[in-house]
């Protein structure tokens, strides 16, 4: 019974840097590099969707409906035990993480900045023409940075979403928050003790990042009416 139970933190404790310390340090690791990566996949297809033609348009929605619709997990495992057995070639698991959970924050971004290209008010456009800029000029110093500032929520999220996302690489054996979880559980048979502990690192890691990223919001909304 629940009331016999003995906790036992001392196990826990013992092993918390070693696998738990480091791990929460890797998954923040892996989404950030995940989301700088998948922003730049968002980007270059929201403008690629936003000014080409039809056919370019049809491949991009082809991409975002194929990773958007299949689980993430379909895919880490298509991922790292999938393409190397067809192509021929390998790579560890954490690069194989880093390649389908960028994959899938591209597909999530592009809606994103699809729909921050579309708000930039024409305007601005306008203006930016009639001094003379050039559409590459326009892209750099007009629409971007106006971009930027109406995705920011969307990308503090993203951040956030993806954070979460990482402790599904634990099935790859990536030694992620959640592998150290599994490991001393494992390793001590404290089950109830490493993930009471873990959860509460997802949380208040969580509202530390939203409360780091609103900072920054509201310094580059700031900025901006400044400038």
Request: glycine share 8%; aromatic share 14%; net charge positive.
């Amino acid at each position: 019974m629940f009331g016999e139970y003995h906790f036992n933190f001392a196990l826990i404790w013992r092993h918390f840097w070693a696998r738990l310390g480091w791990g929460l340090v890797l998954s923040l690791e892996l989404a950030l590099v995940s989301i700088l990566i998948g922003m730049a996949i968002g980007l270059a297809l929201a403008l690629a969707y936003t000014d080409r033609g039809r056919p370019v348009r049809a491949m991009v929605a082809a991409y975002v409906e194929i990773i958007r619709n299949v689980p993430l997990l379909l895919l880490i495992y298509l991922v790292f035990y999938g393409l190397p057995s067809v192509g021929g070639f390998a790579y560890d698991a954490t690069t194989s993480f880093v390649i389908t959970l960028s994959a899938y924050a591209g597909a999530q971004l592009v809606e994103v900045f699809r729909a921050g290209f579309d708000a930039v008010p024409k305007g601005l456009i306008d203006a930016g023409k009639a001094i003379g800029l050039t559409p590459w000029q326009r892209l750099i110093h007009v629409r971007l940075p106006t971009v930027f500032r109406i995705t920011l929520p969307s990308l503090s999220n993203a951040y956030i979403s993806l954070f979460k996302d990482t402790a599904l690489a634990t099935v790859i054996a990536v030694p992620e928050l959640t592998y150290g979880a599994n490991w001393i559980n494992f390793n001590t048979f404290r089950t109830l003790e490493v993930y009471a502990v873990v959860a509460p690192m997802y949380m208040v890691t969580g509202w530390l990042i939203l409360q780091g990223l609103r900072f920054l919001e509201r310094r580059f909304v700031t900025h901006a009416h400044a400038r």
